[in-house]
């Protein structure tokens, strides 16, 4: 469970631990670079493939900066984040993630590992998300890989006899949510459409996501990707006035500041029944080097150690 929540740019840029990604994104350094974001410990996160676009300066930046260039994606990433998080944090620790160019995988297995780390540290976590300048419609691409994003994401639920209920953000992959929803076949489906910082974005993603309502049961949510806890808020309050009803996987489709308030909500709150499924074009897709727009989403979470919170429950 998340204790508490905030929108507001932290006062201090100081930090245990920061976390990036290494990848072939320009923005991934943007905002470290940008904003002088100190840390006593570095990690940045490798794909281990595209090694594209602006990867080799992205690199040479945060190595300069003496981030250690850990992999981000794998069966041992998690294990290994948790390790080097919990061996920079102090009893209370500050972690900074820059989830901009992660994929949906890397921010699951960060997210676990903070889970993990729990078991013996309270954490406050601040996340920044810097969306990308419009630069053009995004183009179609089949679906390659239809899956949980973490095997521990599966969402198996004890209730198979349920009907199937899914949970999907939208995004601007033209027929990807569609083609998503046609495999899954859900009884239900509620969708998070976004409004974003620059309405080329949003004119495109209701392109992308037309007909949804014609072919499907769907309930639709609006939230505004600068009001991440509102938007989080929304979605938990969804999980609880279904859960009873519904056998559930939510897809985090759009801005990545959904996937991250998706996976944490379910990470964090212990909801292993809940499914977090990926659904992607895999290689299949075009590279693009995406530049940062110039605005910051924030979104600071403090979480209690899980034995204190054992402890109080008790109490």
């Known amino acids: ?44 996160l490798e794909f281990g493939f595209l090694a594209e676009g602006s990867y080799l300066d992205n690199r040479a930046y945060f190595e300069q900066l003496d981030f250690e260039i850990v992999p981000g994606l794998g069966a041992q990433a ?11 944090l102090r009893e209370s620790g500050t972690l900074f993630v820059d989830i901009s160019s992660m994929s949906r995988e890397m921010i699951a297995n960060i997210a676990l590992a903070i889970q993990a780390v729990r078991g013996s540290k309270a954490l406050s976590v601040t996340v920044a998300y810097a969306p990308s300048k419009f630069s053009g419609s995004y183009e179609p691409a089949p679906i390659r890989l239809a899956s949980p994003i973490k095997p521990t994401l599966a969402g198996w639920s004890s209730r198979p006899e349920m009907p199937l209920g899914t949970i999907f953000g939208l995004g601007c992959e033209p027929g990807l949510a569609l083609g998503a929803l046609q495999m899954l076949e859900p009884n239900k489906a509620w ?6 910082v620059d309405p080329r974005f949003d004119a495109d993603m209701r392109r992308a996501n037309g007909h949804i309502e014609d ?45 991250w308030l998706a996976i944490s909500t379910v990470i964090f709150g212990g909801r292993s029944d809940i499914g977090v499924w990926a659904f992607s074009s895999k290689e299949q897709g075009r590279v693009v080097d995406r530049e940062a727009e110039g605005s910051i989403v924030w979104h600071t979470i403090n979480l209690e150690k899980l034995d204190d919170r054992k402890s109080s429950a008790k109490d």
């Open 78 to 88: 998690v294990d290994v984040l948790t390790k080097e998080i919990a061996s920079s």
């Open 191 to 196: 969708i998070f459409r976004p409004k974003g």
């Open 1 to 44: 469970m998340i204790d508490s929540e905030s929108d507001k740019r932290p006062e201090k840029l100081s930090f245990d631990c920061a976390i990036v990604a290494v990848g072939y994104e320009r923005r991934c350094r943007w905002i470290t670079s940008s904003l002088s974001v100190k840390a006593r410990r570095g990690l940045g």
């Open 215 to 259: 072919i499907f049961d769907v309930s639709v949510f609006n939230y505004d990707i600068l009001e991440p806890t509102f938007a989080r808020g929304r979605l938990e309050a969804l999980l609880n006035a279904v859960h009873n009803s519904f056998r559930l996987i939510v897809v985090p489709f759009g801005p990545k500041v959904f996937a």
